[in-house]
């Protein structure tokens, strides 16, 4: 499909989405949330996502103006609407993929931009970008998962302290946190997040696909469940051909060539 708020470039096993909006720093409309969606519905064969930010900014959040509804101030409801039609299923489909997301954050990942940078897999932000949950400055919460997120990357306290006192925590900080896998120079974020991206889709897909959802399954569940989960994963994953071009190639002392199947 055409898109109008975000650019798709495929090279090989890998999709790049660019969040397309410079003039507004990325700032997100209901269009562009549906557009995330669909991209992510339409992989096809794509083996890893990378999504950046055109221009200065990776996202500053929900475009409240563009939703064509007033202000959230000014109507509760659409806020309400646009969230749980548009906003929560791109969010939603993000942290679902079968495949490992990069977000390279080169600028300010604030509000609904903040849970969609740490819906990646993989952090990566310049050292000039920042985290912001400004919500309270304006008598609302944190939405677009962000809540969920930000509890289990960084714990109780420092989400607390990122909501409620609306800082902003900038790319070293970030990473000292855990909240982020790494800070780099600013210059160098795009070629290092690709490279990134690139070494993840020459992987072995299948595994990543049963690891992510191993891992959400730990966050959530008990011990009996993850023990379960792991050996279903171990199973479909030692089924695929990867598993046994990574066994052939263990025994040939050579380097595995994944296929993604």
């Known amino acids: ?79 309400h609407r646009a969230l749980q039609n548009h906003y929560n299923p791109a969010i939603n489909q993000v942290l679902r993929a079968d495949v490992p997301v990069i977000c390279a954050v080169n600028g300010p990942a604030a509000g609904v931009g903040c849970s969609l940078a740490l819906a990646g897999d993989f952090v990566l932000a310049g050292k000039s970008a920042y985290f912001l949950q400004a919500f309270v400055n304006i008598g609302l919460v944190p939405d677009g998962g962000s809540t969920w997120l930000l509890s ?10 990122m909501m409620m006192l609306g800082e902003k ?58 023990l379960l989960a792991e050996a279903e994963g171990q199973r479909t994953a030692g089924a695929s051909k990867d598993a046994t071009e990574g066994g052939m190639a263990f ?3 050579r380097k595995p060539e994944f296929k993604g199947e």
């Open 1 to 79: 499909m055409s898109y109008e708020t975000i650019i798709v470039e495929k090279d090989g096993p890998l999709t790049t989405i660019t969040l397309n909006r410079p003039d507004r720093l990325n700032a997100m409309p209901p269009q562009m949330a549906d557009e995330i969606g669909a991209a992510f519905y339409d992989l096809g064969d794509s083996r890893a996502v990378l999504i950046t930010g055109a221009g200065k900014g990776f996202c500053s959040g929900a475009d409240l103006a563009a939703r064509g509804e007033g202000s959230a101030l000014q109507n509760k409801g659409g806020s």
């Open 152 to 161: 289990r990357a960084i714990g109780r306290a420092r989400a607390t302290r």
């Open 169 to 226: 925590i900038g790319a070293e900080q970030a990473e000292d946190w855990g909240l982020i896998y790494k800070a780099v120079d600013d210059d160098a974020l795009l070629a290092e997040a690709k490279a990134l991206a690139q070494k993840l889709a020459n992987g072995p897909t299948v595994a990543y696909a049963t690891m992510k959802r191993n891992i959400a399954t730990a966050l959530d569940g008990d011990l009996t469940q993850v």
């Open 251 to 253: 025994l040939q002392k």
